[in-house]
């Protein structure tokens, strides 16, 4: 799925991490859109080999550990694809299980 794709679904453009690097085009805020709240972790990527004929100065505008609005000119010229979709469960701890569980972890710690 491209990004403008997702955008459309979202029905808002949204915030991305900039592309080139090991968290590069991960979704750091849905903004409010339809995609909010719903527990999902998408990140895009670009598989054409040639920065999807971006300039050198476009892809470095959209590049880095940088965070960028999806609405952005060479976003949008590049038009990644979806890389991963994870979904995740949301867990409500009481304060009685949460003892629990850091018990059983500082139980299968190795001992100092």
Known sequence: MKLSEVV???Q?????TGLGW???????SWE??????????VRFNDFSGNNGGLT??????????????????????LNPVVDQL???????LDPTTGK??????????IKR
């Open 86 to 92: 994870s979904v995740s469960a949301k867990i409500t």
């Open 32 to 41: 409010g859109g339809k995609l909010a709240n719903q527990n999902l972790h």
């Open 100 to 109: 629990k569980m850091g018990a059983e972890v500082e139980r299968k710690q």
């Open 8 to 10: 459309a679904l979202n």
């Open 56 to 77: 050198e100065e476009e892809y470095k505008q959209i590049s880095g550990e940088l965070e960028f609005d999806v609405s952005h000119p060479s976003l949008k010229k």
């Open 22 to 28: 090991d968290l590069g085009g991960s979704v750091v």
């Open 12 to 16: 808002k453009a949204f915030t991305i």
